[in-house]
DNA sequence: GTTCCTCGAGATCC
DNA sequence: CTCGAGGAAC
C-alpha cells in the first residue's frame, strides 16, 4: 500500500532540500543528479495531481534557484590576483627575459615557493587583531568566511610582536595536507560518514560549511604567500624578506620556498620541487615564481588581472593509466565516423574519465591502441580527456589490430574514405538513421532554429516511430501526433505513461511546450535557417556572410555556384558544397516544406551593395574554373562578348578572334562541350543579370571604431553574454574570431579564461578585461 | 605558410 | 565551455 499523497510530498521535498543543501552549500552531494530528477519529477506529477497541497516553498516552486546570502560579500580593498602560466620551460625563459630587458637588469632575483592545491583566501588584521577572512572570489570581491577562518588553527588570531602595520591583509591558502585527509576519510568511512572527494575538494567544502563547528573538525591548514592591504606600518623591500617577517608575526610560511637567480635558478627550482613532489606533505600543482624586489614589481606592472612580475610554473598534467574496454563508432551529422575508447572509469586530476575520442583511424594507427590495451590517459589542457600512449607490457600477446569497420554500425552502409581525407564517412547519407537524427539535432538546436525542449530522446522517438523523417516535418506535428507517438513509445519500451491532473489523463504539458516551441522557432533569420540546413562546411560563420551578402533565400536557393565565392572566405570548396546542396531535389523540396509549413525569415533585404565588386562576366569565367581560363584570359573574353548568352553563341575562332591562343580556346569549346557546364554558364549569366538589377548602388559604408580589428572572447563574462558581446562588438565593426593568432586585435577575458588568454600572453597581445570592454562600448553607444 | 572555420568530442554546471 | 584535428581560404 503506497502511503497517501500528502505524506509523500513532504518526504519528497525533505529529501529534495536535503539534496540541494548537501550540493550547493556543502559541496557534498549526496544522490547522483539522475536520482534528484527523478524524485522532482515524481514531487511535480503528485502536485499537479494535489494542486490543493502546493506551497510556495517546494521544490518544484524554486527549481533551479541557488541558495544564496549564506555569506555576506567582502570585496578586497586589492584585488586578489590570478597568475598567468607557463608550462614549458621556454615559457619560463621567456617570463625572465621579458623582465630583465624591461628593467634593464640581468639575472635578477626571484622568490619561489610551491604552488599549492587549495583554496585561495585574504585575512584581514586590525590592531594585530583577526577581524574578517574572505575567499578569493572573483579576485574582486569573495565570501565572508570568518567565523569558519578563526577555526583553522594555523591562522593566527592575534599576531605576535608588535611592529606590525594597524591594517593589514595577508593572503594565503588554507589547504587539506594529505595525512590528515587520509585520515579523515578513513575514519568517515569507518563511521559512516561522507567521504571528502580529494583534498582541495576537501578544503574549499570545509570552509563553506554554514556552521562553523563542522568546519572545526576538518582537518585545515595554512600557508601565508603575500601581503594586500597594508596601513599604518611598512613591510621591507623584496617579497622573502615580507615572508620572514610574516612568519616572525606568527603566519605558517612555507618551507619549501627559497631565492633562486635567473632562468637557471628558477628552473632549477622547478626540478628540485618536482623531485620533491611525491614525498611533500601536500598537493602541488606547480611552483610560483615572482620576482623578489617591490621596486622592480611596480615597474612591471600588469597584464589585466595577472601581474607581469610573476608566473605560476605547472608540472605536466596528470596521467593515469586505465583499460580500453572497447572502441566505438560514433557516426556524426556529417557521416563522420569517430572512433571512441570506452575506458575502464578513472580519476585524471580530479574528475572520472570513462569516455576519450581517438579522433580518427590515423589517431589510433598512430597510437596502435587495441582493445583491453592498458593506456595512460591525461586530460588535454586539463579538461579534454585523451590517450598518450598505450603500455605495450600490458597487452594481450593475442590482442588483434584495430582496424575501421566496413560498415556503418547503425545503418549498415559502407564506410568510406576520401581521397587524400583523414575522416572516414558512412555512405548511406540521410537513409541514415544517425546522421538524420544529427541532422534534426542539428536543425533544432539554439543556434540554429532553437526549438527549445526538442533534445535527444524525442528526436529519438520521432524518428524511430516515422513522425519525423526530413526537417521539414516538424512543422507538420500536431499535438495529437506527440501524444500518439509518446503512447506508441510507451508502448514499445513497457513504461507507463505519466498521469496529470485533475482530469487524470495521460500528461501532456510536454507536448504543448513542443508544439508551442516549434511555433516560435518559425519566425527565424536567414543566417540560422542556412546554419540550421547543415549544409557541409557552412558553419554559424559561413552562413552568416552569406545572409550578408545576398540577403535572400530565394536569390541564395536558385544561385550557380561559382556565385557563391562572390562572398569572402568562401572558395571553391564551400561553394561546390552548397551547389551540390542546393542541385538535389530533396533538400529544394525540404526548403519547400519548410517555407510551407510556415516557417518565416523576417530579415530578407537586398544584396549587399559591396556585392558589385566582381559582379561581372570575367569574374565569372575565373570562378567557373574552367581549365586555362586565367583571369587575364577572362578580361580578354568578356571584353569581346557582352553577356555569356553571346559567349555561348560563338564559335570557337571567335575566343580566338577575342585574342585567346589556340590552345585555350579550345580548352574552352571542350569544356562548354560539357552540357553541364553550358547550362552552369548560362545559368550564372542569368543569375550576374538577377543580381545586377537588384543590388543597390555601392555606397561608402560608415566605418565602426573597430573596424577591421579581430577581436577574441574567452572565459565567463559577468554583466553580458558572450553573444550579446559578439553582437555588440560586430556591431561597432570588429571581427569576432574563436582562437588567437598574432592578427588578434585584442583578446577580451573573462573570469577562468582559459588557453586563449595563455596564448594571447604569450603573442604579447593586448588583454582587455570586462570593466574595460563594458567602458568602451558604453562610450561607443553599445552600452547597456 | 598562416589563420581561421567547421566539426566532433567530453565534462561540468545546473 | 573548451579542446584538438583537419581542412579551406588567402
Redo the contacts with the bound molecule.
Sequence with gaps: MSPKPAERIDQLRRQLDDANYR??VLDD?AIA??E??RLLRELDELEAAHPELVTPDSPTQR????PSGAFAEVRHAIPMLSLGNAFSDAEVADFERRIEEKLDRRQPAFSAEPKLDGLAISLRYENGRFVQGATRGDGASGEDVTANLRTIKAVPLQLRGDDWPKVLEVRGEVYMPLAAFKRYNERALKEGGKVLANPRNGAAGSLRQLDPRITAQRPLAFYAYAVGLVEGGKLPDTHSATLKKLREWGFPVSAESDVVVGTEGLLGYYRRLGAKRDQLPFDIDGVVYKLDDYAGQREMGFVSRAPRWAIAHKFPAQEQSTVVEAI???????????P????K?VQ?S????????L??A??IARLDVRIGDTVIVR????????IVRVVPEYRAPDAPVWTMPTQCPVCGSEIVR?E????WRCSGELTCAA?RK?AIG?FASRRAMDIDGLGDRYIEDLSDLGYVTSVADLYKLTLEDLLLMKRRADERDGTTPAIAAKTGKVATKWAENLVDAIERSRRTTLERFL?AL????????????LAIWFGDLEVIRHLPWPLF?R???????????IGHFLDQSGNQQVIDDLLAGGVVITDTHPPSSRLRDGLDLATLLVDLEIPKITRIRADQLATAFPTATALLDAPEHGYISAGLPADTAHALTAWLGDDANTRLLKAGGEALARLDAITPAASAVALGPLDGQ?V??????SSL???DARERLEALGA??????????GFVVA?E?????L?KAQELGIEIWDEAKLLAFLKSHGQGG
Design positions: 550540493y550547493h552531494p543528479d539522475a534528484y530528477d527549481v533551479g534557484a541557488v566505438d563508432i560514433n557516426i556524426g551529422r556529417t557521416g563522420a565516423a569517430t571512441l575508447a570506452r575506458l572509469p585524471v580530479g574528475v572520472v574519465v570513462s569516455n576519450a575520442t579522433h580518427n590515423d589517431q586530460r588535454a589542457g586539463d579538461v579534454i580527456p585523451e576520401e587524400g581525407e583523414a575522416v546522421q544529427e542539428h546554419y547543415g549544409i557541409q562546411h557552412v558553419g554559424e560563420s559561413t552562413a552568416k556572410s565565392k562572398v569572402p572566405d568562401v572558395g571553391g570548396e564551400v561553394a561546390r558544397a579581430t577574441v572572447l574567452t572565459g565567463t563574462l553574454s558572450r553573444d571581427k569576432v574570431a574563436g582562437s588567437v593568432s598574432k592578427k588578434t573573462g577562468a579564461a582559459g588557453s586563449k595563455d
